[in-house]
C-alpha cells in the first residue's frame, strides 16, 4: 500500500526558511513523479511543482518558479518542499502527491502539512 | 496552462437526489481527468481516474464519464456523507491543473 506521510504543521514568521517533507513507502520511490499542491485558507487547488526522483527532473508551475524548492532523497524515499524566504501569502495547507500511471496505479496523498507565517 | 472550468459552482440537493457536476477543459486532456472529493480539514480524496475508473473503495453510486475536453461526474443517489466539494484534475500536462471546485450542499 502507498502511504505519504508528511510533517508537522509549522508557524513562521515572514522572512523565515522552511522545509517541509514527504516520507513516502510501498511503493519503488525512484521511479514515479512526486510534487507538491497548496491550497490556500478557503480557497482551491494548485499544483507547485513535481520532482522525479531517479534523475530529479525539475517541474514548477511558473508562478511559483524561484519562490521554492523541490527536492527529493532516493536514499530515504522523502520530497521535500522548501522557501528560503516565507512570506504571509504562503500561508496554507500543502500537500505531497505521488502521481500514478494507468488504472489501478492511481495517484496517492499526503495528510498534509499546515504552514503559518505570521509576524 | 490548460484550464478546468467546473460548474455549476454550487449544486444544492437533498438526499437521494442525482447530482451531475460537469468539468469542461480549455484544450484536448484525453482521458486523464480525475474528480476528487473534499472535506473540510481533509485531504482531497479520489474518486475517479482517468474520466470513468473508480478508485479503490468508491461507492458505484459515484460514475465518471467524457474524453477530450468535457467530462461529468454522476452521483445517482446523494447519501449524507457526499456532501461535500468535488474538484476535477487534469494530468495529461503540466502544469497538471484542477478545476475551481464544485460545492454540493444540502438543500
Known amino acids: 500500500e502507498v502511504q505519504l506521510v508528511q510533517s508537522g504543521a509549522e508557524v513562521k514568521r515572514p522572512g523565515e526558511s522552511l522545509k517541509i517533507s514527504c516520507s513516502a513507502s510501498?511503493?519503488?520511490?525512484?521511479?514515479?513523479?512526486i510534487g507538491w499542491v497548496r491550497q490556500l485558507p478557503g480557497k482551491g487547488l494548485e499544483w507547485i511543482g513535481i520532482?522525479?526522483?531517479?534523475?530529479?527532473?525539475?517541474k514548477y508551475r511558473p508562478s511559483f518558479q524561484g519562490q521554492v524548492t523541490i527536492s527529493a532523497d532516493t536514499s530515504i524515499s522523502a520530497a521535500y518542499l522548501e522557501w528560503s524566504s516565507l512570506k504571509a501569502s504562503d500561508s496554507g495547507m500543502y500537500f505531497c502527491?505521488?502521481?500514478?500511471?494507468?488504472?489501478?496505479?492511481?495517484?496517492?496523498w499526503g495528510q498534509g502539512t499546515l504552514v503559518t507565517v505570521s509576524s | 496552462e490548460i484550464v478546468l472550468t467546473q460548474s455549476p459552482a454550487t449544486l444544492s440537493l437533498s438526499p437521494g437526489e442525482r447530482a451531475t457536476l460537469a468539468c469542461r477543459a480549455s484544450?484536448?486532456?484525453?482521458?486523464?481527468l480525475a474528480w476528487y472529493q473534499q472535506k473540510p480539514g481533509q485531504p482531497p480524496r479520489l474518486l475517479i481516474y482517468?474520466?470513468?475508473n473508480r478508485a479503490t473503495g468508491i461507492p458505484a453510486r459515484f460514475s465518471g464519464s467524457g474524453s477530450g475536453t468535457d467530462f461529468t461526474l454522476t452521483i445517482s443517489s446523494l447519501e449524507p456523507e457526499d456532501f461535500a466539494v468535488y474538484y476535477c484534475?487534469?494530468?495529461?500536462?503540466?502544469?497538471?491543473?484542477f478545476g475551481q471546485g464544485t460545492k454540493v450542499e444540502i438543500k
Open positions: 502527491v505521488r502521481e500514478g500511471r494507468i488504472f489501478p496505479d492511481t495517484d496517492s
Open positions: 510501498g511503493y519503488n520511490f525512484r521511479s514515479y513523479w
Open positions: 520532482i522525479y526522483p531517479r534523475d530529479s527532473d525539475t
Open positions: 484544450e484536448y486532456v484525453s482521458s486523464f
Open positions: 482517468d474520466a470513468s
Open positions: 484534475h487534469q494530468r495529461f500536462v503540466w502544469p497538471r491543473t
